[in-house]
């Protein structure tokens, strides 16, 4: 449960961001630069000598060490984190925990005296003890995780594994919990109030590109096949995971995401095979269709779980400033992930409006009995829309990799924002997916102005759910059918 | 069952929106639009209490629109109805049939997995044990329920669906679907029983005795609305007709009067001159941007009845 | 070789976990299985009831009859909140809103600004002192073997099974009545059961909040033996029981019942055996690695579950109606 800690380490006090906005609002208003450390951001950096206070430095590492049994923390172990001319001791709290604040980026080794752990709660596994953390800009509470045992395993760091009976373990560090916790985004270099807000509408326009390639393959399942696919999460991280893997390989980054894509859409053409089409011949209902979707999003999920395990996995990227656009400074696959979205997008639409599968795909969305009976090969189509969907997920998944995290669950923590998505578009709208995305990402990170960051998430499903119950046909669907 | 002579239902001369002598509904200026089209644009039209009036038209006509507005299972954008003289504009769907107006549906809506039965039951009102916190306690509801059991099985009878009555609904076949529709529906006792094509699907065997049930509908002090396609039917058992094309009402009058009004044949048949009206039955009625399940079930249905 | 697990694994029958998993699928009966809503959020409920359960007698110091009282009111209103306005839309619409409704549940509890109320990401803890200090059984130890309780454990699970037996006669005795016979025609058409003078949204209110509830107490029950923790209400809890209603029949009564028996006793048999498995050197899995494979096999068994036996263990394959 690691991602309690974190989202306890975070001070971002409403209140605080409260006094900022207004702050930053005055400041706006007379046109004069407003101290950055009223807002929290970029903290004065100290020298490495200092203890640096977790709560105003601008990167940190979140040290937590438990028992594997009962995930009780240990408290009063001694850990030393290293780095960069940079050395300190810390000793762990009641809870296990130690925030650890960072002078500046870079990678850090974290060691813990397994001497002061005591016998009762046993050892750490062979091979956790040291480890090495990379940390990049502002990225905060990179988690560094140790689960002591009494039976001395081989396993390494947390593990994802239901404990007991509660089973629903969410996992730290991921965007699951909406905590966004250690994601390197488009960050500030701290220039008062519309610094922080182009920082966030960078972010939230980034963020809405990759979001707006998995909702798209989501919207046309749906309008082809009615289908409300709970299993899509599962084709993002999937895409992720492919590239990691071909990382492993020693592929070049580009390999990677077009060899990532391609096992993406040929991961969606086996789905539909092997599990939609029979289902389809079945006649099975769109209820079961439903169950059956999460039930496999389920096992797939652990199915990565158990070949990837549940650490964040990190694909090689480089952490320097590429693009700087006043306040805002973003990475190389920052920008590149966002023109690949766009011309990937457009391609899309290409397809859809121009070319015959486009068109019969739209015609099987709006009637599949008509779309049929008119000569269209419908299951020709579905399958075209699950490859299609399967590629873009993927795509979608390396690069939210790149741009955030990757984890076993990088997809699934995502899943309700890409339903958020398709549904503000209008159920069944490819082009209506692409603007929901938009629109829920900028709001959910301007969201973060007034909210505490750990509730952007929770704000995004409120938008869904408001949506739903005003405007069910979404911002671009029609009020009523004829008929 | 004779015919209700023209002269005893109207109170006017026989032209759209004709006043009627005793009315069951009156209904003003209801309009309903979808998008850009509209489907149902009736300026002033009254039903003839105790009698069957049938309500035809070509595909699209806005009929079953129009059905769906004064039962309450849609919302006009204008127009306000009575029946009985109390006004019953925009009251729901539930309600509508509380007031002793009751309807079928054009894809008959029996609940194929309960009973016949229970189908039946379910159509009984003033049931105490459909109270949730009563329900728990079954004195408080077992002699109502004893008394409309007793009801129930005495239409199964008259609907020759007794030796069915413990067979889930789903085993019946179309047209036996029909009936219990309509037997369930007379489960409340209603004033006014509404039809959505009764005859659709239903096979030949069965058609006479349907027709024979509207007809004692009528003996037994009901009113009957119901909308077909089937000019033989119109003809056999109508005692009036109102004709919708374009969602407004274009003409009016007794069966044989308004079947041979060349007007109305040119605004019923449009592009289909050479079509004898006797022919249409049967035919389905395929709106524009209709769900395809629901077209699905159509075809299904009307397969199924075709064994 | 050591064959407790076996034991233990049986013990899983009378868990108050089962117990609150099988309260919680009854209430997803309730509303799935008999009325035919959709709802994905019964995990919401779940922590609705939990909290309000916790919060009663940690933090305002009311008696247990409070609490209860409290987890009820808390499920009642969630569901009033989530039916006033979805009620009336397409039933895949309900079920998008109460997953979001739930998921918004779990991270407003989370918030740091909570802790005092909600106890934070880290939840609440102690809650069944109230529950236990009122436990009638003297102290001692109770049972066979491995299977041995104290009194306390003893008394959690008599509360906890005498709770899903009421719960189970009171929706047997409602499902057979006619309101029963109201709610079964909704799930198949509701146009249809509205034609005949049903109010068809009050009636699905009903259904919805006495489910609710119905979760709301198998919240309270379910952090009687664990302290509360809110990522303990994820969507996979949802699904969970889901697999254990559909395992049992969805539109039985006694099904979550058996469903969730049988759920527990394979997962831990299953647990059991891999690390049996792994310990011995026989399955090449590293521990970590044991973990997921309940998850894949829960997965697996709802997915081919809903295919290939729709009415569960339970069920009569004609009362199925969503499998068309």
């Known amino acids: 449960m690691t991602a309690n800690g974190y989202a306890q380490l975070r001070k971002r006090p409403r209140v605080a961001a409260l006094v900022g906005v207004l702050v930053g609002l005055l400041a706006a208003l007379s046109a004069s630069a407003l101290p950055a450390t009223a807002l929290g951001v970029d903290a004065p950096r100290t020298s490495a000598a200092d203890v640096i206070d977790p709560d105003t430095a601008a990167e940190t590492i979140a040290v937590w060490i438990r028992q594997t049994s009962d995930k009780a923390g240990i408290p009063d172990v001694a850990v030393t984190v290293e780095g960069d001319g940079f050395s300190q001791d810390f000793t762990t709290d009641k809870d296990g925990r130690v925030a650890v604040g960072l002078p500046g980026p870079g990678t850090y080794t974290v060691t813990v005296d397994e001497g002061t752990i005591p016998e009762s709660a046993g050892k750490l596994p062979d091979g956790s003890n040291p480890r090495e953390v990379r940390v990049v800009q502002t990225n905060k509470n990179v988690p560094a995780n140790f689960l002591a045992s009494t039976t001395a395993g081989t396993g390494t760091g947390s593990t994802p594994a239901p404990s007991g009976s509660a089973g629903t373990e969410a996992p730290g560090g991921t965007t699951g919990d909406g905590t966004g916790a250690a994601v390197p985004q488009a960050t500030t270099s701290g220039t008062g109030f519309w610094g922080i807000v182009s920082a966030k509408l960078a972010t939230g326009v980034i963020f809405g590109l990759l979001l707006a390639l998995a909702a798209i393959g989501a919207s046309l399942i749906y309008g082809t096949t009615g289908l409300n696919n709970f299993a899509h999460g599962e084709l993002v991280t999937f895409g992720g995971l492919m590239a990691y893997v071909l990382a492993g390989f020693g592929a070049p980054g580009a390999v990677g995401i077009i060899g990532a894509v391609i096992l993406g859409g040929l991961f969606g053409f086996v789905q539909d095979s092997a599990i939609w089409r029979p289902l389809r011949r079945r006649r099975v209902g769109l209820i079961p269709l439903m169950i059956v979707s999460i039930g496999l999003a389920l096992a797939t999920r652990y199915i990565f779980v158990f070949f990837f395990g549940a650490d964040r996995l990190s694909l090689p990227n480089n952490p320097s400033p590429f693009l700087v656009l006043g306040a805002v400074s973003l990475r190389f696959t920052d920008v590149l992930g966002a023109v690949l979205s766009i011309i990937v997008l457009l391609a899309v639409a290409f397809v859809m409006l121009r070319t015959k599968l486009g068109k019969a795909a739209r015609a099987v969305a709006d009637n599949s009995a008509l779309a049929a009976a008119s000569g269209i090969d419908v299951d020709r189509v579905i399958r075209s829309v699950w490859i299609g969907a399967g590629a873009l997920a993927a795509l979608s998944g390396v690069l939210i990799a790149y741009y955030q995290a990757l984890r076993w669950d990088t997809g699934s923590a995502i899943l309700l924002l890409i339903f958020a998505a398709v549904t503000l578009g209008g159920l069944g709208s490819a082009f209506g997916a692409l603007v929901g995305s938009m629109v829920l990402s900028i709001f959910m990170n301007l969201s973060t102005l007034v909210l505490p960051e750990n509730l952007k998430y929770a704000a995004a499903l409120v938008v869904l759910i408001l949506i739903l119950l005003f405007r069910p046909q979404g911002i671009l669907g029609k009020r009523e059918r004829v008929g | ?307 | 070789m050591n064959l407790n697990f076996i034991w233990l694994a049986l013990g899983e029958a009378i868990s108050p976990t089962t117990a609150a998993y099988a309260l919680a699928t009854i209430g997803l009966v309730v509303h799935f299985g008999f009325t035919g809503l959709l709802n994905f959020g019964q995990a919401g409920f779940m922590a609705v009831g939990g909290y309000a359960f916790a919060i009663t007698t940690l933090k305002l110091g009311l008696p247990l009859p409070f609490a209860f009282l409290a987890a009820i009111l808390a499920s009642a209103a969630f569901a009033l909140v989530l039916g006033i306005p979805t009620l009336r839309l397409r039933s895949d619409y309900l079920a998008i809103v109460t997953i979001a409704a739930a998921e918004i549940i779990r991270l407003s509890v989370k918030t740091p600004e909570l802790t005092d109320i909600t106890g934070g990401a880290t939840g609440l803890n102690g809650a069944a002192a109230t529950f236990n200090a009122l436990n009638p059984i003297p102290d001692g130890r109770y049972g066979i073997g491995v299977l041995t309780y104290t009194a306390d454990q003893l008394w959690v699970r008599v509360l906890g099974w005498a709770l899903v037996l009421i719960a189970c006669l009171i929706v047997f005795l409602l499902i057979r009545s006619p309101w029963g016979r109201v709610i079964k025609g909704i799930r198949e058409d509701e146009d249809a059961v509205r034609s005949l003078g049903k109010n068809v949204f009050s009636y699905k209110m009903q259904a919805l909040v006495l489910g609710g509830v119905l979760g709301g107490l198998a919240g309270a029950l379910f952090i009687l033996p664990r302290s509360l923790q809110p990522d303990n209400y994820g969507t996979q809890l949802t699904f969970f029981l889901y697999t254990i209603m559909l395992l049992g029949g969805a539109t039985t009564v006694f099904g979550p019942l058996v469903g969730s028996m049988l759920f527990w006793v394979v997962l831990s048999l299953s647990d059991g055996l891999l690390s049996l498995g792994v310990r011995s050197g026989l399955l090449p899995l590293t521990s970590t690695q044991q973990g997921p494979i309940r998850f894949i096999i829960v997965g697996a068994a709802l997915a081919l579950l809903v295919v290939f036996r729709p009415q569960g263990l339970l069920g009569k394959k004609k009362e199925v109606f969503f499998s068309a």
Not at chain 2, 19 to 29: F, L, M, W
Not at chain 2, 201 to 206: H, I, K
């Open chain 2, 1 to 307: 069952m004779p015919k209700t002579p023209t002269a005893d239902l109207v109170a006017g001369p026989v032209a759209p929106g004709v006043p009627k002598r005793n009315p069951i509904i009156v209904a003003d200026g209801v309009s309903r639009r979808f998008g850009g089209l509209t489907a149902v644009d009736v300026a002033h039209v009254e039903i003839p209490a105790n009698a069957i009036t049938a309500l035809i038209g070509p595909n699209g006509a806005g009929k079953t629109t129009f059905f769906n507005l004064l039962t309450g299972f849609d919302q006009p954008n204008t127009g306000t109805w009575t029946f009985q003289g109390r006004d019953l504009a925009r009251v729901s769907a539930y309600r509508v049939a509380r007031r002793g107006m009751v309807r079928t549906f054009q894809l008959t809506k029996s609940l194929g997995l309960m009973t016949v039965m229970d189908n039946m039951l379910l159509g009984a009102t003033q049931q105490p044990g459909e109270n949730m916190l009563r329900a728990l306690f079954r004195p408080l509801w077992r002699s109502r329920e004893d008394e409309i059991r007793v009801r129930a099985q005495s239409l199964l009878e008259r609907f020759k669906l007794d030796t069915k009555a413990e067979d889930y609904a789903a085993s019946l076949s179309g047209g036996q679907r029909k009936l219990l529709e309509m037997a369930r529906a007379l489960m409340s006792e209603p004033q006014l029983v509404m039809l959505d094509e009764p005859m659709a699907g239903v096979n030949p065997a069965l058609t006479q005795s349907l027709l024979g049930h509207i007809l004692d509908l009528k003996e037994q002090g009901m009113t009957v609305l119901f909308v077909e396609h089937d000019m033989h039917v119109v003809r056999e058992i109508a005692d009036w007709v109102i004709v919708m094309a374009e969602g407004k009402v274009v003409a009016e009058g007794a069966p044989d009067t308004v079947m041979s009004d060349p007007a109305v044949i040119d605004a019923y048949l449009g592009a289909h001159h050479e079509t004898d009206l006797g022919t249409l039955s049967g035919q389905l009625e395929v709106a524009k941007g209709m769900e395809s399940d629901v077209v699905r079930s159509d075809i299904e249905e009307a397969a199924k009845d075709a064994h």
